[in-house]
């Protein structure tokens, strides 16, 4: 890392580094996945500002409008350094057509051992395209292929019907509707934990 912080290697190159971490790309069909790193900021906050009022409702660090650049910046910081701790895997998430940058994903190791937690949004530009529903099968593959997990899951607010949909949609099961003390202004208090585990996709039909 310079002082500066971190700085994106030579990408993408599309393989993977160690045991248990995810390649820094993923391609799909309509998408290319690529590790998130400091130099995403600028299309990372054009597609935050271009997104606040879907965002806004459900996502905590969406609330502040006038941080939007300063926010991802330091987002893009400390996420890329979690990628090496083996803490989250983030991928930003663009169009294979035209490499715009229409959502950001991830893959996230705190929901205990053997399991990942897998979370998205998408520009407002280019929701309703299914490109929620693409990119979370791809991180569902990708997450359940690494050593030692054989669980995916999907936490959504009760009230976040779209997000709620990805889930149901990719086959997950609704394992368990939990309170919780949300912290954004759509919150019900209520929270869906989404499951899928290994054996389960496995079994689905390509
Ligand atoms: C939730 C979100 C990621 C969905 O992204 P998306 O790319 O539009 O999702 P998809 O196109 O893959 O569609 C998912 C489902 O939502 C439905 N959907 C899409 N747009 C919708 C809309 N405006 N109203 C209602 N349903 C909608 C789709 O029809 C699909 O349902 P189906 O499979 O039953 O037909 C996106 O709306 C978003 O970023 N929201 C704000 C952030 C957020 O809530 N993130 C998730 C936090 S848990």
């Not at 890392?1 to 700085?7: I, V």
């Not at 996945?33 to 054009?46: F, G, N």
Request: hydrophobic content about 35%; proline content about 6%.
């Amino acid at each position: 890392m310079s002082d500066d912080g971190p700085t994106c290697p030579d990408r993408p190159s599309g393989v993977v580094s160690a045991p248990g971490v995810p390649p820094d790309v993923v391609r799909t069909s309509r998408l290319i996945l690529t590790r998130s790193c400091p130099e995403d900021v600028d299309d990372l906050t054009d597609a935050v500002d271009a997104s606040l009022d879907e965002l806004a409702p459900w996502m905590p660090w969406a609330q502040d409008p006038q941080g939007t650049r300063e926010g991802t910046a330091a987002f893009l910081a400390e996420t890329f350094c979690k990628w090496d701790a083996g803490e989250e895997f983030t991928y930003t998430l663009r169009s294979a057509e035209i490499s715009e940058v229409v959502g950001h994903v991830g893959l996230i190791a705190r929901i205990g051992p053997g399991a990942l937690e897998i979370g998205y949004w998408i520009h407002s530009a280019h929701a309703g395209r299914g490109f929620a529903t693409e990119a979370a099968r791809a991180l569902t593959e990708t997450g359940l292929g690494l050593a030692g997990i054989d669980r995916t899951e999907i936490h959504c607010d009760e009230g976040n019907v779209r997000s709620a949909r990805v889930a149901r949609g990719l086959g997950y099961a609704l394992s368990e509707t939990r309170a919780y003390e949300g912290d954004t202004p759509g919150d019900t208090g209520w929270q869906q934990i989404w499951t899928m585990h290994r054996q389960q996709f496995d079994a689905q039909p390509s």
